[in-house]
């Protein structure tokens, strides 16, 4: 059967919570760990790497695990499966297969799992584009 005759993988989360998701998981991503400990010093004279760095209070992580903990047990299932096909787990023609052990191994720690999951912004992605499904409209309308 060819790529085309495939019929059109429909999700049970939107595209534009999984780009949500995307971008705050390469934000979180692009965390380094703190140079200083404690950020107490002025803003302004350490050039704001706050921002980029990893402190155990970071809002950034804190977005990211409430977009997750906020999905329906479906659009969780979706996103795990989709963080797989990404990573390579699963082909096209698994979904089903990704999605039904997704389902059995989803256990309210869902956001803790795909958190701790490196890459995990590039795995979604990958995982949307060969579902047929970009970030593009997305990203122009948000960033």
Known sequence: ??????PEVELNISIEKV????????EFDAKVDPVEPDPGSNPTDSGE????????DDPTFAELRT????????EV????A??????????????EEARNLANERHRHRSAAYLTGMP????YLEEGLSLLGYSCEDYEIDRL
């Open 67 to 74: 977009a997750i903990d906020s999905l329906n047990d479906d």
């Open 77 to 80: 299932i979706d996103l795990i």
């Open 19 to 26: 780009c949500y998701i995307i971008v705050k998981a390469r």
């Open 119 to 122: 890459a995990l912004g590039d």
């Open 49 to 56: 790497r706050e921002v980029l760095e990893d402190y155990a």
């Open 1 to 6: 059967m060819a790529e085309e005759d495939t």
């Open 82 to 95: 989709l963080a797989w096909l990404g990573r390579g787990d699963f082909a096209k023609e698994e979904w």
